[in-house]
């Protein structure tokens, strides 16, 4: 249904509007500071290559980021990069996931971190993730992480294991509040051996380090020689460069019941204050049944075995936009291979419109039909993210003939600070037309002069199945590579 509205009301500023896991609601943003937006996205932890899951996750936080710098805040994004203190096990035990890269690869725990923060970045690149405004290292913030446990301390939170320095949850009254956690079931459910913990929710903020191993990073602390956990860097480098209490913390819903739910305690006991007023999380990527079962993908999907199959970066990232960020999104080849042929069409699209030469139209200048588009594609970003209902927008903009090309131009180069798809960058691949390609394409001109269409029809299809579009521009009929 296509809603009428009056110009005045197109012109009101639209509200925009996100499900905060804390209060389990859909909410108005409302920064703390006016046009301003500090938020913090958990990054990857650099022990090994980021997988296509993980990816899902910085591909929402790149588009939550620029739909609000598309509403028009400032935002100062921070990401941190987990180099020390990530267990391979959740409870506290187990070997520092980066330790145990090291051994594996025979490399130094400092050289697994360079090696795998460069290939995160290289696939954000490639994923026309835009970088965050800061990129924090928690080996870098060690002090601030010391200073953070010494408060707490203070306040009288921790307690000493012989292993390390933990947070006695108990003392936190809110504790498990972001996650509805039941504590009291969890703690009747007291089966599992905590140890010498004294809350089986209890976690530690500093590790010493072991009296015969040979840690490749530990630092000298006020409690012993050790490292910190993983929850402590996290509150302590977002409170460093955003301040005691900011707008917005991302992650994977993964991070809910223990990472995020830790943050808080730590954060909110040594400040007395709120913390983050948004939590904002994205569902899991799961592998579809075909996946599950083709040993050749194995379970780790990565940006690299993407492009092995013939897909290219950007046909992920319209695969994630095409699912809204709280829902599941079921993997596969399929699904991947559909993805492609929209963008095969997006891109044969725009070359066909930029053949025309569209000239610069100022967005205020719209015809009102285009407005509407304009005002339907916000609305649909602005109201909790939904990506797919914006890309409908944008089909039905382009299909639509009442639209000049150079209006459509414009909308496409405005949405993209959005999509983030390199639709801006879209231009004719000089595809080598072969004698065989040349005989088709001649002998359908020839075909179509005489105005034999169904005769020309039949070349176009045989052109299509040798992989190739045509499109028929003012400078003649021109070739551009079908979807898959
Ligand atoms: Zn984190």
New binding site residues.
Partial sequence: MVVKRTEKESKSKMKMSIFNTLTRKVEEIKPIKKGEIGMYS??PTVYGRAHVGNMRAYIFADTLRRVLEYYGYKVKHVM?I?DVGHLTSDADSGEDKMQKSAREERLSAWDISKKYTELFFEDEKELNIIRPSVVCNATDHIKEQIELIKSLEKKGYTYKTSDGIYFDTAKFKKYGDLAKLNIEGLQAGKRIDVGEKKNKTDFALWKFSGEDEKRDMEWESPWGKGFPGW?I??SAMSMRYLGDNFDIHT?GID?IPI??TN?IAQSESSTGKKFVNYWVHSEFLVLGEQEKMSKSLGNVINLDTIKEKGFTPMDYRYLCLGVQYRKRLIFGEDVLKSAANSMQRLRNKIIEIKEENPKKIELSKLSSESKKYLEEFKESVFNDLNTPKALAVMWNMLSDNEISNSEKYNLILDFERVLGLGLDKIKREEIKIDNKLQKLLDKREEFRKQKKWQEADKIRDEILAEGYVILDTGEGPKLEKSGK
């Fill in positions: 958990c990054g941190n987990t929850h860097e996290c992650g991070h990472h995020h943050e």
